[in-house]
């Protein structure tokens, strides 16, 4: 799916907003285009009442990114912008994410966290839960390694 360049921007403008750059996890303009235009990824956006869909020119509070094959679907990306946090819209957008994952047909849901992400307990909140780790994925600016959480929700 590619998405049109008013909500790549809306995207971009969040994610930078969203993650904080000590940690490297926010992808830049090419890699969020490349892997839309790969096929197989779809996103969703979410506007500060919780509405979707959000149209063209609407402010964006949220969004996520995922990548499905076969019937396996990874959340890549999920943020919610800073001044839009503490409003209930991250667990509005996690439940459509996995509601409309199930209505597609997928069986098992996966992401992939570094450890200590504050989205931690939302996630867990759905039901995912921890399946791996690996360790020292991540690298902050200042060189410290982070873990990897890899988590699981089964769907059927």
Same mark, same amino acid.
């Given at each position: 799916?590619?998405? *049109? ?8 403008? #969040? ?5 904080? *750059? @000590? ?11 490349? &892997?839309?235009?790969? %096929?197989?990824?779809?996103? !969703? +956006?979410? %506007?500060?009442? =919780?509405?979707?869909? #959000? $149209?063209? /020119?609407? @402010? #964006?509070? /949220?969004?996520?990114?995922?990548r499905s094959v076969l019937d396996e679907e990874e959340l890549l990306l999920f943020a919610i912008h800073p001044s839009f946090r503490r409003? %209930?819209?991250? =667990?509005?957008?996690? $439940?459509?994410?996995? @509601?409309? &994952?199930?209505? $597609? !047909? ?8 570094? $450890? !200590?992400?504050?989205?931690? !307990? ?9 399946? /791996? ?9 200042? %060189?410290?390694?982070?873990? &990897? ?5 089964? +769907?059927?």
């Amino acid at each position: 799916m590619i998405a *049109p360049e008013d909500d790549i921007d809306r995207i971009m403008a #969040v994610m930078e907003a969203a993650f904080p *750059p @000590e940690f490297g996890e926010a992808w830049n303009r090419r890699q969020l285009i490349d &892997a839309m235009i790969v %096929g197989n990824c779809r996103y !969703g +956006l979410i %506007g500060p009442e =919780g509405d979707e869909p #959000v $149209r063209e /020119g609407d @402010e #964006v509070a /949220g969004f996520f990114l995922a990548r499905s094959v076969l019937d396996e679907e990874e959340l890549l990306l999920f943020a919610i912008h800073p001044s839009f946090r503490r409003r %209930g819209l991250g =667990g509005i957008l996690l $439940r459509r994410f996995i @509601e409309t &994952a199930r209505n $597609r !047909g997928m069986h098992r849901l996966f992401l992939e966290m570094r $450890r !200590g992400n504050p989205a931690a !307990g939302l996630y867990a909140a759905h039901g995912f839960r921890p399946v /791996g780790i690996r360790p020292g994925y991540y690298r902050t600016t200042d %060189g410290v390694r982070l873990d &990897a959480i890899s988590q699981e929700l089964v +769907l059927v």
